[in-house]
């Protein structure tokens, strides 16, 4: 079993970069997929960034590329995403989430509680 816990959020201005990671407890991280999903009031979850395991691919949503990348350093058990040019409508509460399978199916086995991050103008 994994188990995840985010950290890094924060309040940041319009243009500035944040740095979230997303710890491993238990079972290495390496062997997930690792998924960050972002959460507004009102709006269903949105998947923004994933990891394969062993680093075999990523994805990132249109709406943060070039902006967003997923990085894992397995000597520390933890994935990141680093966040520069912040946008106010980046703001909303961020998960991590690991899979046992490959991300594209969309099955996520373990989540952690999140970190919220806001963007002021």
């Known amino acids: 079993q994994a188990k995840v816990v985010e950290s890094g959020g924060g309040l940041v201005q319009s243009g500035g970069s944040l740095r979230l990671s997303c710890a491993g407890t238990?079972?290495?991280?390496?062997?997930?997929?690792i998924g960050w999903f972002r959460q507004v009031p009102g709006k269903e979850r949105e998947g923004i960034s994933y990891?394969?395991?062993?680093?075999?691919?990523?994805y990132y949503a249109d709406s943060v590329k070039g902006r967003f990348t997923i990085s894992r350093d397995n000597t520390k058990n933890t994935v990141y995403l680093q966040m520069n040019s912040l946008k106010v409508e980046d703001s909303g509460f961020y998960y991590c989430?690991?899979?046992?399978?490959?991300?594209?199916?969309?099955?996520?086995?373990?989540w952690g509680q999140g970190t919220q991050v806001s963007v002021s103008s």
């Open positions: 989430a690991a899979s046992t399978g490959d991300y594209d199916v969309g099955l996520w086995d373990y």
């Open positions: 238990g079972r290495g991280l390496d062997n997930y997929a």
């Open positions: 990891i394969s395991r062993h680093d075999v691919s990523r």
